[in-house]
């Protein structure tokens, strides 16, 4: 689907062509996702968001504390542009590529901190990533973000 919610053209890929003919080879990619993004803190879930993604187009997501967040998570606050960038179809499980970029959300203005991150895992599973070395006034806690992607409601993977 289109980002305007309209049905994109079906692709078609001819592949190689042999001398017994021509081999037609058709089939659909999800475009819509759901990301589910966790920062912790010392094992302790702080932060997290959730965004509606589509393939190859990137979205901004703010990660909310939640009521047991410490101070720093507070002070600190954390946006992501992150975007789906491919879907493998690796059966029996599917994965998807992810990019992102973080920052810190500093008196309104964004500073950023870790730039074209990426990762690749099967749907529905964790990714992480270590950002103790990253975190500001860290106090010698340990810092982990989590995404988690899954297909969006009303999205096949066949």
């Known amino acids: 689907m289109a980002p305007n919610g309209k049905r994109r053209p079906l692709q078609i890929d001819l592949g190689n062509i042999n001398i017994d003919g021509i081999s037609i080879q058709a089939a659909t ?3 819509r996702f759901v990301t589910e993004a966790t920062l912790y803190e010392n094992g302790q879930e702080a ?9 190859d187009d990137y979205q901004e997501l703010s990660l909310q504390p939640i009521n ?3 101070a720093n998570i507070i002070a600190n606050p954390l946006a992501i542009k ?18 992102f970029d973080l920052d810190r959300i500093v008196n309104s203005k ?15 599973t964790e990714l992480k990533y270590d950002l103790t070395d990253y975190f500001p006034n860290g106090n010698g806690h340990r810092y982990e973000l989590r995404f988690k992607v899954r297909l969006a409601d009303g999205e096949s993977a066949d």
């Open 68 to 70: 047991a967040a410490a």
């Open 29 to 31: 990619k999800p475009h």
């Open 110 to 124: 964004h500073e950023s901190f870790a730039r074209n991150w990426s990762g690749e895992g099967p749907l529905g």
């Open 82 to 99: 992150l975007k789906i960038e491919d879907y493998v179809r690796s059966r029996p499980i599917d994965e998807t590529v992810i990019r």
């Open 47 to 55: 932060a997290r968001g959730e965004i509606a993604c589509l393939l």
